[in-house]
């Protein structure tokens, strides 16, 4: 069974950086492609940032492009996304995500930018 | 980026009867590889999102076959053939096809 763990979440203030972690199981982590998406308050999905397999390849929203980096770690099964300069609108859920389109999702973790 | 236009956004349905939600794409979805990677997904209340289809029209595992997807191109159907309580919530396309994914508003199914 696939397994998506998030963690990292919390309050932070607007200008400060938090590192979201996300846990795999289940699955060979290796060989998947793994995104992050978010969704505010009350709104819609929205897609953040995706890495290939091998971490050579990395995509991003434009709104987070600068701010935030995707990264992971095959060795240990996990997914990463380290966020900084966070405003009032980085304020989401935020899910881990396994594949390109997006078959499994975890149970999400909330970021609060808020001073 | 391409952008994924829903309707109906709110889909008040009575309980054994169909509905329909269409998403329509501002680019066509057929990749270089000749796949159409278009997705639906569920979101029940207060729960995670759950893919239901993928590319077009295969449904996932243990989703229920009252669930169908179809369409082409840049036009995009998911259709329920008997809507039972269980399927309350919001649904939403998203493509797989471009850079940056875009996901469509969402829909808002409830029963009637």
């Known amino acids: 069974e696939v397994q998506l763990v998030e963690s990292g979440g919390g309050l932070v203030q607007p200008g400060g950086s938090l590192r979201l972690s996300c846990a795999a199981s289940?699955?060979?982590?290796?060989?998947?492609?793994m995104s992050w998406v978010r969704q505010a308050p009350g709104k819609g999905l929205e897609w953040v940032a995706n890495?290939?397999?091998?971490?050579?390849?990395?995509y991003y929203v434009d709104s987070v492009k600068g701010r935030f980096t995707i990264s992971r770690d095959n060795a240990k099964n996990s997914l990463y996304l380290q966020m900084n300069s966070l405003r009032a609108e980085d304020t989401a859920v935020y899910y881990c995500?396994?594949?390109?389109?997006?078959?499994?999702w975890g149970q999400g973790t909330l970021v609060t930018v808020s001073s | 980026d391409v952008v994924m236009t829903q309707s109906p956004l709110s889909l008040p349905v009575t309980l054994g009867q169909p509905a329909s939600i269409s998403c329509k794409s501002s680019q066509s979805l057929v990749y270089s590889d000749g796949n159409t990677y278009l997705n639906w997904f569920q979101q029940r209340p207060g729960q995670s999102p759950r893919r239901l289809i993928y590319?077009?029209?295969n449904r996932d595992s243990g989703v229920p076959d009252r669930f169908s997807g179809s369409g082409s191109g840049t036009d995009f159907t998911l259709k329920i053939s008997r809507v039972e309580a269980e399927d309350v919530g919001v649904y939403y396309c998203?493509?797989?096809?471009?850079?940056?994914?875009?996901f469509g508003q969402g829909t808002k199914l409830e029963i009637k």
């Open positions: 590319r077009v029209s």
């Open positions: 995500a396994r594949g390109n389109n997006i078959a499994d």
């Open positions: 890495i290939k397999p091998d971490g050579s390849e990395k």
């Open positions: 289940g699955f060979t982590f290796s060989s998947y492609w």
């Open positions: 998203m493509q797989g096809t471009h850079w940056p994914r875009t």
